[in-house]
C-alpha cells in the first residue's frame, strides 16, 4: 500500500514572497502520478499540478511548479509570488494509474495562510 | 467543470440511524469514489466503483456500503450512523482514460 506523508500542518508565508510545500510518499510501483490539490475555504477540490513518475522534468503551471526526486520519493510543491487567493488548503496524493481503478492516496494536508 | 453533484450538502443526524449520500454524475466516467475527509488524515477512500453494479471497498470500509445501479449514481449508505463518522464526504469520478478526479462539493454530515 502506498502513503503520503506531509510534515507540515501550517505555514505561513507573506504576500508576494516564495513558499515550499512538502511531500513524501512511499511505494514499491515505477509508473504513478503524483498531484497537488488545493482546497480554498469554500471546499471545492480543484488540481493545482499533476506530475508523471517517468518524466523527469518537473512540472511547471504557472507560479506553481514542483521538486520532485524519484529516488528520494520526495514531491515538494513551490508557490511563486504567493496570492491571497493561494490561502487553503493543499493536499499531496498518489496514484497507481489505469488498474485497480485510479484511485487516489492523500497526505494529511498542509494548512497554508497568505499574510497581507 | 464536470458536472458531480452531492447530496445533500449538509445533514444532521442521530446515532443509529442510517443515512444515504447521493452522488450525481452527468460526465459518463466510468470510475466513481467515495472518500471522507478528516483533519489530519487528509481524504480517505470508503468505496469505489469500476461500473455499474462493480464496486469495492477502499481503506475505511467498515460501517458503510454503496450502491451504484446506474452510470452516472453512486449512493454511499452508513447503515446505523455513530459520530465517528461525522465527516466531510466527497464523491469523485474519473475516466478509464484519463488520470484526472473531478470532485463533488463535498457534504458535510454530523451524527449526534
Known amino acids: 500500500a502506498q502513503t503520503v506523508t506531509q510534515s507540515q500542518p501550517e505555514m505561513s508565508v507573506q504576500e508576494a514572497e516564495t513558499v515550499t510545500l512538502s511531500c513524501t510518499y512511499d511505494?514499491?510501483?515505477?509508473?504513478?502520478?503524483l498531484f497537488w490539490y488545493k482546497q480554498p475555504p469554500s471546499r471545492q477540490m480543484i488540481l493545482v499540478i499533476r506530475q508523471e513518475a517517468y518524466k523527469q522534468q518537473n512540472a511547471t503551471e504557472n507560479r506553481f511548479s514542483v521538486n520532485f526526486q524519484k529516488a528520494a520519493k520526495s514531491f515538494s510543491l513551490k508557490i511563486s509570488d504567493s496570492q491571497l487567493g493561494d490561502t487553503a488548503m493543499y493536499f499531496c496524493?498518489?496514484?497507481?494509474?489505469?488498474?485497480?481503478?485510479?484511485?487516489?492516496?492523500f497526505g494529511g494536508g498542509t494548512r497554508l495562510m497568505v499574510k497581507p | 467543470d464536470a458536472g458531480i453533484t452531492q447530496s445533500p450538502r449538509h445533514k444532521v443526524t442521530e446515532t443509529g440511524t442510517p443515512v444515504t449520500l447521493r452522488c450525481h454524475q452527468t460526465?459518463?466516467?466510468?470510475?466513481m469514489y467515495w472518500y471522507r475527509q478528516d483533519p489530519g488524515h487528509g481524504l480517505r477512500l470508503i468505496h469505489y466503483s469500476y461500473g455499474v453494479k462493480d464496486t469495492d471497498k477502499g481503506e475505511v470500509s467498515d460501517g458503510y456500503s454503496v450502491s451504484r445501479s446506474k452510470t452516472e449514481d453512486f449512493l454511499l449508505t452508513l447503515e446505523s450512523a455513530t459520530s465517528s463518522q461525522t465527516s466531510v464526504y466527497f464523491c469523485a469520478t474519473g475516466a478509464s482514460t484519463g488520470t484526472e478526479a473531478f470532485f463533488g462539493q463535498g457534504t458535510r454530515l454530523t451524527v449526534v
Open positions: 460526465e459518463n466516467h466510468r470510475y
Open positions: 511505494t514499491s510501483e515505477s509508473n504513478y502520478y
Open positions: 496524493a498518489f496514484m497507481k494509474p489505469f488498474n485497480a481503478g485510479n484511485m487516489l492516496t
